[in-house]
């Protein structure tokens, strides 16, 4: 699969015009990993779903939408971005209809564990509704099931397994690890398939590539195979890196091809987040002060690590950061500080080709997916302005104040 050659990430764009801090995504990229995702879900024959775990931006949805199935949401909130802004309405309870639907568009909602007021709020958004547990399954079936009486709606039901298998590196991030609260073995679930359940729901990649998912796949198949004549649709979850340079997105068409001819009657999912928004954005700082402790030089921003980038503590990881190098590599080191409170808001060091001074740009890559949907305003801290760029004109879609602050304590 050839693809168009590949857009810098904004930068043509003037970082003076930007304000700060701010998030800036880049519709040209968002729209050509949509169209990535596209061609993947024509040539496998399977469906493509939008996880807003990963990227929430709604005001972009229009670059991403034409290309994709749906969105899958991880409880009702995120199920009623993707019904209103996503979907547009279609299909939808009769609340939500509005008069520029998306046609066809579904909406897939999972969560660990559904209270009962959760469920009865998400019911009317959703299309498929996955439980994580048998227990869970017996617990709100009645109810899906009164829904489905009462309104005329089908909503597919599904149950999350867990193969036992994953390659994934990072504990935190690993789904299938042993003792895991995600999805059910086979041990738990029992030899039958329970009542109820149309189709089946696993997730054990993160951030990796098509062979990992083939050889995913192959443990599936082994643990809960004898249950797919049973069922009507097989969702593989998200982690797949479909849109990253080095990804073979041929053995993950040949793969799910290959799935479809041993099971024609299943219809297959993909939900990527990462994917879908990876490489389109930055975050744009600005040196507020330079200062030096012991031999420490520190540059401190008007971004954090544990309000706008918690990846940075967390896995932990380690940003791009445009024109700047490891320590030593430029005459200019630096160790990044965030200006909140908490000691460990630390980005890390890195080196300069010149000094910096306050007001200085500071542009971390990457930083659509996994950022703006796991942000905080601990502190008071300012939060990131939301912009899009489209290689003409930059515009300000939402900026942060004291009254988002306050709305939500109040």
């Given at each position: ?13 003037d970082?003076r015009?930007v ?49 994709l ?28 209809a ?10 897939h ?27 869970q ?14 309104s005329g ?33 086979r ?33 599936v198949e ?42 024609p ?49 967390e ?12 320590p ?21 060091d ?26 905080t305003?601990?502190n ?27 709305d939500?304590?109040?």
């Amino acid at each position: 699969m050839s693809d168009a050659p590949r857009i810098t990430p904004i930068d043509d764009l003037d970082w003076r015009l930007v304000p700060s801090p701010a998030f800036v995504v880049d519709r040209r990229l968002l729209r050509r990993n949509a169209e990535i995702l596209g061609r993947v879900r024509q040539d496998a024959g399977c469906k493509v779903l939008l996880a807003l775990k990963g990227f929430a931006m709604w005001s972009t949805f229009d670059e991403i939408a034409p290309h994709l199935d749906g969105a899958c949401a991880s409880g009702p909130i995120e199920a009623e971005l993707a019904r209103r802004e996503f979907c547009r309405g279609q299909p939808a309870s009769r609340a939500l209809a509005d008069d520029s639907p998306r046609g066809g568009h579904e909406v897939h909602t999972y969560a660990p564990a559904f209270s009962e007021v959760d469920l009865a709020e998400t019911l009317p958004l959703t299309d498929h509704l996955v439980f994580n547990s048998p227990s869970q399954l017996a617990r709100h079936l009645p109810a899906v099931d009164a829904y489905r009486a009462a309104s005329g709606r089908h909503i597919e039901v599904g149950l999350r397994v867990n193969p036992e298998y994953s390659e994934v590196e990072v504990a935190l991030y690993d789904p299938c690890a042993p003792g895991s609260r995600l999805g059910s073995t086979r041990a738990a679930i029992g030899p039958d398939l329970p009542a109820g359940v149309d189709g089946l729901h696993f997730h054990a990649l993160c951030e990796q590539g098509s062979a990992t998912f083939a050889r995913v796949l192959a443990h599936v198949e082994a643990r809960f195979g004898d249950w797919f004549p049973k069922i009507r649709w097989l969702n593989c979850g998200g982690g797949h890196w479909i849109t990253k340079p080095d990804y073979d997105r041929d053995l993950l068409v040949q793969t799910i091809l290959d799935l479809r001819r041993r099971h024609p009657h299943l219809t297959i999912y993909l939900e990527p987040g990462e994917a879908a928004a990876v490489d389109t954005g930055v975050l744009v700082a600005s040196v507020l002060d330079i200062h030096q402790s012991g031999d420490v030089r520190l540059a401190l921003l008007d971004v954090s690590a544990t309000c706008h980038m918690p990846d940075v503590l967390e896995m932990p990881y380690r940003p791009t950061i445009h024109g700047a190098a490891d320590p030593g590599v430029h005459p200019h080191t630096y160790r990044l500080g965030g200006p909140t409170c908490l000691a460990g808001d630390v980005l890390g060091d890195w080196s300069f080709p010149a000094p910096l001074a306050p007001g200085d740009r500071v542009v971390f890559a990457d930083m659509a997916h996994y950022t703006m949907v796991k942000t905080t305003m601990f502190n008071g801290v300012k939060h990131p302005a939301l912009a899009t760029w489209d290689g003409e004109r930059l515009e300000i879609v939402r900026r942060f104040g004291y009254a988002d602050f306050r709305d939500r304590l109040s």
